[in-house]
């Protein structure tokens, strides 16, 4: 046994333990390295999370409803109808509208029946609107992708 | 010798590799924060403008429902069509007024919304662009006198036309006039009662001319001063008053009729942003 491993050190001497330690160090701080860039450009790509084509797209949609009155008539079934018919299949999309009289008190308020997820990007934006000629309305719409 | 020299300086290599590609992926990162910044100023913005938007819709809503003043473009001409004195005046100014209570509550900050209703309630002007001329109530709305002022001689003519609404509708007497064949401020003017014709004649609009309509038994008074300014008392009971303006033209720009300057405020503190505009209530 002494004599094998004395022969082994004649053959390498302690250059082989170098050369294992060189490249234990260079593969640490190469995977470290190349671990830490693929981290930030991971954490780019998430920060792409703001969509404005997703919000335009609820405004949109949102004004249509505006200036066809579907709005103004504070029809679930209606709005959802309407909605949909122009929401391309991409998108997930709540509306709500709060209306007061003319003397501040609530005339009215509407919800569309979609679960607002928690986890996802939410486009969100408002229209002021007018029914009855002295209600006065605030349309919000949540929109998100599926 | 030779040897450890290669692997020192391949280590280096590969190290120095790394280095750039860890610098290039917190550059993109970097950017990526600046363009998410960026990105969320926009769309900030652009539902600040959507709202400014739907504002603007809905004080265009209030006047089409509670003036009582039908306006209508036909290409380069522009009529008002108006009940003198206007009934709706009440109805028209607490209307605004609720709208501006309404909204300087629910957008107290950021957005802070801010309407100046008195610049339209008191006299609702209606300006006429690009021409600047401006249709108003110089006595209040709902008062019994209507003002057509242009800034210059940048209209061709004016042609009123009284519905009388079963009043009597008697002569046209011209008090104070002058008939002109050319000139700068020459421009032709036709009154009508009813629509039938009472006056088609050029008038020199540079001077003072006073016309008096009898209606019943009071009088309707048009007045002219320069330049061009055009004035129209009721003294009699209620009249129809459809006032049409020809314009001229300017360089095709398009016509469009709206309240004054500076009628909506809007102030995004957090962004900086501060808006002013106004409503186009025809184009």
Known sequence: MKAKKKSLNLHCGSRGIIFTLDTFIAVIVFVLLLGLSSYYIGLSQGLRDVDLQTIRTGSDILALLDYKNILQTMNVDLIEINRDNVLPDLYDMKIKADCKDSSGHSSGSIETSEEIPEDKFIGSGKRVFIKDNDNYCIARFFIWTK | ?283
């Open chain 2, 1 to 283: 010798m030779d040897q450890v020299r290669r692997g020192v300086l391949f280590t280096a290599g590969i190290a120095g590799m790394m280095m750039v590609v860890l610098v290039f992926a917190l550059v993109i990162y970097n950017n990526a924060i600046n363009s998410r910044e960026r990105t969320s100023e926009v769309g900030v913005i652009d539902r600040i403008s959507d709202l400014e938007l739907s504002i603007k819709n809905s004080l265009r809503d209030i006047f089409n429902l509670e003036a009582n003043i039908n306006v209508t473009i036909d290409e380069k001409n522009v009529i008002f069509n108006e009940e003198l004195p206007n009934d709706e005046d009440d109805d028209f100014r607490d209307n605004m007024n609720d709208f501006k209570a309404y909204l300087e509550l629910e957008f107290k900050e950021n957005p802070k919304v801010k309407i100046n209703a008195t610049k339209i309630t008191d006299k609702l002007p209606l300006v006429i662009k690009p021409n600047s001329i401006t249709y108003t109530h110089p006595k209040g709305f709902g008062g019994k006198e209507i003002n057509i002022i242009p800034e210059e001689f940048n209209f061709n003519a004016y042609e009123l036309d009284f519905n009388t609404k079963g009043q009597s509708s008697g002569n046209l007497n011209q008090d104070e006039g002058h008939i002109c064949s050319s000139g700068g401020s020459c421009r032709r003017l036709t009154i009508k009662t009813n629509s039938n014709l009472k006056f088609n004649e050029t008038v020199d609009m540079g001077v003072s001319n006073k016309f008096i309509l009898d209606i019943g038994v009071s009088t309707i008074v048009i007045k002219i001063q320069n330049p061009g300014i055009l004035i129209i008392e009721n003294n009699a009971g209620k009249v129809e008053v459809k006032s049409k303006i020809y314009l001229n033209k300017l360089d095709d720009e398009r016509i469009s009729i709206g309240y004054p300057d500076n009628i909506i405020e809007v102030d995004l503190s957090s962004l900086n942003i501060f808006k002013r505009g106004t409503v186009d209530i025809a184009y």
